[in-house]
């Protein structure tokens, strides 16, 4: 499922980086927690977490059934 979560945030980053931002992929627990660091003006940015739930989880609980949820990690 890591290849997976890689390819889907991979159409994520574009966005991200147009902010200057983006995304590292961490993780994927066996349980479906992807795990992920924000890095750039998204490692410090107020709206982090509606970036990372509204935006990153959503997309891929969409694409990828078995993610259950996203969480960040430092």
Not at 42 to 68: D, H, R, Y
Request: charged share 25%; hydrophobic share 40%.
């Amino acid at each position: 499922m890591k290849e997976k979560v890689e390819k889907v945030l991979g159409t994520i980053r574009p966005r991200l980086e147009a902010d200057g931002g983006g995304v590292d992929l961490v993780d994927v627990t066996a349980d479906g927690v992807v795990k992920v660091r924000l890095t750039g003006a998204c490692g410090g940015c107020p709206f982090s977490t509606m970036t990372l739930k509204n935006g990153i989880e959503a997309v891929l609980k969409n694409q990828i059934p078995e993610v259950k949820s996203v969480q960040a990690v430092q």
